[in-house]
């Protein structure tokens, strides 16, 4: 099969207080190729650019590890659909022969491609998401709680959600499925009561449920299933146990 010729827009800045700007570029090559292989091949022939500028090609700052879609390193947004790129396939995302990358918006940027997402991190940390003791294993819930350990921490689905915006309290399902992952292993009731707390302020209230997280998810997980069970894990019976304890 002959070579074929894509364009390429990426949204280049060089750093957050620098502007940003679309820098286009023309691929030449096998189509059932990876976004991520693309974005190598442009680093590997500066000649590609098709966009006028003065100053000599840098290389595109992007991050990836696996290039398998197991870490999550490669979020971005790929034709306003945020994925992994790559796992994203230039024949499957074109459009009119056109693939435009830019970087996830609900994180700071710290160049190109490549986004601080910490706020992951600290929302779990700030949620006591972890375990006090040995995980506490329920049959009824293995299934999900193998799901939840699953996460990537991309932060496609905060991209896609329609409720969370940089600095909010609110954790959106990345939050959500690696509370549900915890609250129902925790074995220490104080502890427990801690991440319910958590799980009530910092999703429960604001989720409007709408599954856009679930559709944007690149692991497939189902996170409104994973929702659900955090939901009873955590909110049922939650006032009464804490009057209890009060
Ligand atoms: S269900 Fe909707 S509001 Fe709730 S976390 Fe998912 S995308 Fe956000
Ligand atoms: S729930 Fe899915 S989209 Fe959200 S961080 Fe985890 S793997 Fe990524
Ligand atoms: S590089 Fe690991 S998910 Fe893409």
């Known amino acids: 099969m002959p070579d074929a010729r894509v364009r390429i827009a990426v949204?280049?800045?060089?750093?957050?207080?620098?502007?940003?700007?679309?820098?286009?570029?023309?691929?030449?090559?096998?189509?059932?190729?990876?976004?991520?292989h693309?974005?190598?091949?442009?680093?590997?022939?500066?000649?590609?650019r098709t966009s006028t500028a003065d100053a000599p090609f840098e290389a595109i700052a992007y991050e990836c590890s696996c290039e398998q879609g197991l870490c999550g390193a490669c979020a971005m947004v790929v034709n306003d659909t945020p994925t992994l790129a790559c796992q994203a396939f230039v024949d499957e995302v074109a459009r009119d022969g056109l693939v435009e990358v830019g970087p996830l918006t609900k994180f700071p940027l710290v160049r190109d491609l490549v986004v601080d997402r910490s706020a992951l991190e600290e929302a779990m940390i700030e949620s006591h998401a972890w375990l006090e003791g040995d995980a506490k294993?329920?049959?009824?819930?293995?299934?999900?709680?193998?799901?939840?350990?699953?996460?990537?921490?991309?932060?496609?689905?905060?991209?896609?959600?329609?409720n969370y915006a940089p600095g909010d309290l609110f954790c959106g399902a990345a939050g959500a499925v690696g509370l549900?992952?915890?609250?129902?292993?925790?074995?220490?009731?104080?502890?427990?009561?801690?991440?319910?707390?958590?799980?009530q302020e910092r999703f429960f209230s604001v989720c409007s449920k709408n599954g856009a997280c679930e559709r944007a998810c690149p692991a497939g997980l189902p996170t409104m299933t994973l929702?659900?069970?955090?939901?009873?894990a955590s909110v049922w019976g939650f006032w009464q146990r804490i009057g209890r304890r009060r």
């Open 137 to 162: 294993v329920t049959p009824r819930l293995a299934v999900h709680q193998y799901q939840a350990g699953l996460c990537l921490a991309c932060g496609c689905c905060l991209e896609a959600c329609p």
């Open 180 to 199: 549900m992952g915890t609250v129902t292993k925790e074995p220490d009731d104080a502890h427990r009561e801690d991440m319910r707390r958590a799980y």
């Open 38 to 48: 693309v974005l190598e091949w442009i680093n590997d022939h500066p000649g590609s």
């Open 227 to 232: 929702v659900s069970q955090a939901n009873r």
């Open 11 to 36: 949204r280049r800045q060089r750093d957050p207080e620098s502007p940003s700007s679309l820098e286009a570029f023309e691929y030449v090559g096998p189509t059932h190729v990876s976004v991520l």
